[in-house]
């Protein structure tokens, strides 16, 4: 059962466009969310975040949205650039402070064109 | 955020044998965790390691196929022992920084023939 999706693959974007990732979530009980952007032959780099109290985070070039009656949130990054073409990992959490657990999406490719 | 740092950081073994991953901290932490991550998939969570007590499994995962040791808060190791094919993956070790978020270290890209 995969409680936390990422539909799209992958995304292709032009430079200084918005890129929009999507990830949906079944279980309810996740209250923290976390994006991170993974380059080959690399360790995940945490990137942004948020708690089930908010509806919006932003930090600098990123906003996380979540949308908690629909189970959905989204990483917006306004102007996309090339150095942002990576898989990016949508993650959520049960019981924050509690077991520390992440559960992974599958991963977006996003791919920024000069 | 913490600094972490994993060694090997790949390596090619034959099947049979048994690897051991270490992971290093630059500061003092009570949870580490070991993820996976196999070819075109997800990241997985294999196991808690706390100081000073038995390694929490998930699902799926036994101690005796990945042995981990926490000798203190700022180390960790995790075997891949009796290695198969299966089990070329990408092993990360995490910890928890300020509030609820989870750090990465750089992986072991592990291939086994």
């Known amino acids: 059962d995969q409680q936390v999706k990422q539909n799209s693959p992958s995304l292709s974007v032009q430079e200084g466009r918005i890129s929009i990732l999507n990830c949906d979530y079944t279980?309810?009980?996740?209250?923290?969310f976390l994006w991170y952007k993974k380059y080959p032959a690399e360790g995940p780099t945490f990137l942004i975040s948020i708690s089930s109290i908010k509806d919006k985070n932003e930090d600098g070039r990123f906003t996380v949205f979540l949308n908690k009656s629909a189970k959905h949130l989204s990483l917006h990054i306004v102007p996309s650039q090339p150095g942002d073409s990576a898989v990016y990992f949508c993650a959520a959490k049960l019981f924050s402070g509690n077991t520390g657990k992440l559960i992974f999406g599958q991963g977006t490719t996003l791919q920024v064109k000069p | 955020s913490a600094v972490i740092s994993q060694k090997p950081s790949r390596d090619i073994c034959q099947r049979g044998t048994s690897l051991t991953i270490q992971c290093q901290v630059d500061s003092q932490v009570t949870m580490m965790f070991w993820y996976r991550q196999q070819p075109g998939q997800s990241l997985t969570l294999i196991a808690t390691?706390?100081?000073?007590?038995?390694?929490?499994?998930e699902s799926g995962f036994v101690i005796d196929k990945f042995p981990i040791s926490r000798p203190n808060l700022t180390f960790s190791t995790l075997t891949v022992s009796n290695m198969s094919p299966e089990d070329s993956s990408i092993y990360l070790c995490s910890v928890t920084g300020i509030g609820d978020t989870q750090y990465f270290g750089p992986g072991t890209r592990l291939t086994v023939l």
């Open positions: 390691a706390n100081q000073g007590s038995e390694a929490t499994y």
């Open positions: 279980n309810s009980m996740f209250d923290y």
